[in-house]
């Protein structure tokens, strides 16, 4: 099994840029396809969050219908970390963001268990 920690966001007005990272644990880290979602403050906790991205083990990249452009995601396998840059952030990019193992069959999370989470805040 892999387990994450987020890290990485904050407060900032719309416009600005964040990194993202999620760290990991687990020997199996290279060789898994790697997401991240986001649940925002509308949603209720525990239903379906929403798909940002996911990096595959051999580098290829997939990125949800919202993202328009302005979310990069990238790993370092040697330091077992995935990040996410999000530029010229939005408020209602507001949400707090998790990384979780990507499944490609199901296109969402595969594990039911996830991470603290990293809360990203944008003012107007």
């Known amino acids: 099994q892999v387990h994450f920690v987020e890290s990485g966001g904050g407060l900032v007005q719309a416009g600005g840029s964040l990194r993202l990272s999620c760290i990991a644990s687990?020997?199996?880290?290279?060789?898994?396809?790697i997401g991240w979602y986001r649940q925002t403050p509308a949603q209720v906790p525990g239903t379906r969050r929403e798909?940002?991205?996911?990096?595959?083990?051999?580098?290829?990249?997939l990125y949800g219908d919202s993202t328009e452009g302005r979310f990069t995601i990238s790993r370092d396998n040697a330091k077992k970390t995935v990040y996410l840059q999000i530029d010229n952030l939005k408020p209602e990019d507001t949400a707090v963001y998790f990384c979780?193992?990507?499944?490609?069959?199901?296109?969402?999370?595969?594990?039911?268990?996830w991470g603290p989470g990293t809360q990203v805040t944008v003012s107007s």
């Open positions: 979780n193992v990507h499944s490609d069959y199901s296109d969402y999370a595969y594990y039911d268990y």
């Open positions: 798909f940002i991205a996911a990096i595959h083990r051999g580098g290829g990249t």
């Open positions: 687990g020997s199996s880290f290279s060789s898994e396809d």
